[in-house]
């Protein structure tokens, strides 16, 4: 079975600086991982994905994350954060050969101006 | 773009009634799903359905509900009796029929059983 931990539930930065969004993973496979985006009263946006191909995976918005096999590590970051940043992220993971996504639990970004 | 909607934004119900919450999936996508998410918990799978039958099943998804792709759009999650415990943010999302293809997600529908 496969799982997620998202280590903090709640970051808060201030514009300009950066975010990091941690995330571990548990799987008995090499998984799929993704990193989903929720603002207020919208769905679920995919913000990337890692597939088994390169480790350092860019998304929209100028998000990234590294792959960690050795950490068993996805962590979510952006070099300056701003404002329209601030949502609930969560890291999501899908066994091979299956469909379902386990997500974790949320950590919700605070921006401060 | 292409957006996966769900109708209605909130459904109020009492508890023992059946409801059907509605999803229009993006239209070239072969594979749907239900997902939702009870307050202050983790979003949780409920079902895929592709070529018009289950593909895959949660242990939540039990004798209660059931879903259905009535017409050659909308996709749609039946509860036959509520259930207090229902009360949760019901997710829809489609995506295509390849292993790697990203689930795309509607808003949601909050459903609150009373």
């Known amino acids: 079975a496969q799982s997620v931990t998202q280590l903090d539930s709640h970051v808060s930065v201030s514009e300009g600086t950066p975010v990091l969004l941690r995330c571990n993973y548990s799987?008995?496979?090499?998984?799929?991982l993704f990193w989903y985006v929720q603002h207020p009263n919208k769905g679920l946006q995919l913000l990337l994905k890692y597939t088994s191909a390169a480790t350092l995976v860019k998304g929209i918005n100028g998000f990234e994350a590294e792959f960690k096999k050795s950490e068993t590590s996805f962590h979510l970051t952006k070099p300056s954060a701003h404002m329209s940043d601030a949502a609930e992220y969560f890291c999501?993971?899908?066994?091979?050969?299956?469909?379902?996504?386990?997500f974790g639990s949320g950590t919700r970004l605070q921006v401060q101006p | 773009e292409p957006e996966v909607t769900q109708t209605p934004s909130h459904q109020v119900t009492q508890m023992g009634q059946e409801v059907i919450l509605r999803c229009v999936p993006i239209?070239?996508?072969?594979?749907f799903y239900w997902y939702r998410q009870i307050l202050g918990q983790k979003v949780e799978f409920l079902v895929s359905?592709?070529?018009?039958?289950?593909?895959?099943k949660s242990e939540i998804f039990d004798d209660q509900f059931s879903v259905e792709r009535p017409d050659g759009s909308n996709f749609t999650l039946k509860i036959r009796s509520t259930k207090l415990e229902d009360s949760a943010m019901y997710f829809c999302a489609s995506s295509e029929a390849g292993a790697t293809y990203e689930q795309y997600f509607g808003p949601g529908t909050r459903l609150t059983v009373t």
């Open positions: 239209s070239n996508h072969l594979y």
């Open positions: 799987s008995s496979y090499s998984p799929s």
């Open positions: 359905f592709y070529n018009n039958e289950i593909s895959e």
């Open positions: 999501v993971v899908r066994g091979p050969g299956r469909r379902a996504l386990t």
